[in-house]
């Protein structure tokens, strides 16, 4: 899209994007770079002095099986925030579309966890599910089930999905609400008259007609599993216990500060940025063409 | 609803209410929790009520913390906060005004520098743009912690996006008036925006506020972290038993004005995430 009518002036359109080109050249463009550099070095081991070493770095990060089982930890730690936070907020939606009066005030009470920072909600969770101290702990251990997320993989795993979905529902439910009050009535309605009972007309009309909607969402809670969940597992488990919690955004941080393996780091770093530029390649490319608002 | 059921209303409006009670169940619990003692916490189960220790509690957070005063921190967060608001607001609106209302050449590379951005959130970039934040001199500063962050494009694509709807006929008004491009901007674009401006503001404050792992590299002395970083370090670490009123306390705290900022403003709020995203 363009406008039709323009201002012409010699140097003012450049004076104008300057503020916002220096920041982007200084703080994105430039790290970008240098992160694509790094990943093709290998420091000596004081630093000292960098070899181009080109692919190597990508070669043995691919046969590091760490390295592997941090796709597959983060692509189950994805998975499970993503379907939990969606069905929890689809439903959320659904009963709140249902209601006549109050829906405003439900949507109130439920939006607001989206405020609460990741690290923050960390910090929650982890005080519920603290072995020793948390009430949620001491609530299983009573039903007989000793709760250890600091020496269960599985656990510490299931404790950062629930904390990271939890977040997440809200900003679901928002969407997934303003998607169902956007269905004429009037198809339900006629849907009713004909006979078909309420978990027929969900199946067959309102979620197909959500499904814009509810891909949009898919590849926002994908990214926000990716990349805005480094708070929850820097506060609850760090990564830990052993590596079942490593997803890769942490993995950056662990092996590039922590390890100081900065070509490594690097590395990493350019395949998660092909991974994010993947992601928003398909929310410009199927997402944006099918939502209305 | 198609029917009019009581019975299914009544139902309806009970698991709603169930939902709202679990999600908001954690924050109430850390609220209970920064209300009563040490010695109630470490021995489990922490009661569902709060206790009385409020006032004791927030004020030993406020000026004393675990190891920087909680009052320090929230004046940090709020520094930071606001700079990245307005910092964005500011640079995007120039450049989206450039972008859509001029003709200049080199003006599509621009468009797509900026633009790139969008891509990449600053988890992907940590180490090299903390290099440069070392070699700038940034480290514990406010500017350190405002700068990187103001780097995407998401509010450059919306104000294109609003500039792009703003009919035509009011530039050439402007034009036949003898306006430049300046005051048309100010006087005529501004006023325009406020809407989208005020939605963006909420988001951008919030996003401000939460951000922990770029201030977690960036700060090293304990007098310039965050309140939403802060919280890492006040964990009890290994054998530490820390200070777990003090700290839930701190997270009370630290959640409040974005809170605040979402309920108050939710009609912004809900505009601006729906804005954002498209």
Redesign the interface.
Known sequence: ?E???????AW???A??A???L?????????????VL?STQLPDPFGLSTEFVGLENFEYLFSDRYYRASFLTTGAFSVGVTVLSMS?AL??AV??D???R?SGV?R??????????????G??????FNP????V???LKALGYDWNHVLNGGEAMSLVVIAAS?KQ???NF??FL?GLQAIPRSL??AA?IDGAGAWHRFRTIILPLLSPTTF?LLV?NVVYAF??T??II??ITLGGPGQSTMIL?YK??AD??VGQD?GS??AQ?VV??GI??LL?VIQFRFV?RQ?H? | ???DNRV??IV??G??IL??AL??F??W??FV?STVTQRE??????P?LPGGQFLENYRAALFSGVNAPVGRMLVNSTVMALGIAIGKI???L??A????????PG?ML?FW??F??????V??????????AVQ?GLLNSYSGLI??L????TA?FLFRQFF?TVP?EL??AA?MDGA???R?FKDILLPLSVTNIAALFVILF?YG?????WP??VTTDPDMNTI??G??QM?PQADDYGN?PV??AT?IL??LP??A???LM?RL??KG??ET??
């Not at chain 2, 988890?123 to 440069?132: G, K, Q």
């Open positions: 899209m406008k039709r009518v323009v201002f012409r002036h003012l359109p450049y104008l994007v503020p916002q080109l920041v982007t050249s200084v703080f994105f463009l430039w790290p970008a770079g240098q992160a790094q929890v439903a959320l009963l709140a249902g209601v006549i109050g439900y109130t009470l439920l939006i607001w966890p989206y405020a609460v920072a990741p690290a923050i909600a910090v929650m969770w982890l005080f519920m020793s101290i948390g009430v702990a001491y609530w939890w529902v809200s900003y928002l969407f303003a339900i309605e009713a949009f926002v990349f805005e480094f708070g820097h506060t955004v950056v941080f590039g500060f900065l780091s690097a770093s998660l940025m994010v530029g928003t944006e939502v608002y | 609803m198609v029917t299914g209303t309806t409006h698991l709603l939902g709202v999600m908001c954690p924050i619990l850390t929790g916490i470490v021995q489990p189960p922490l569902l500011a640079i995007s120039l450049s005004f450039a972008i859509v209302y001029f003709r200049f003006r621009c520098t900026i790139i951005t969008l891509m990449l959130p988890e992907v970039r940590i180490v090299p743009t903390y290099e440069i700038l700068l990187p103001i780097a995407s494009a450059t792009l035509d530039v050439e034009r430049g491009p300046m048309f919030i506020w939460n951000q922990f792992l977690l590299l939403v970083m919280i890492k964990l777990w700290t839930m997270a630290a959640i974005p809170v900022v979402v309920l939710q709020f809900v995430l729906v995203e498209k």
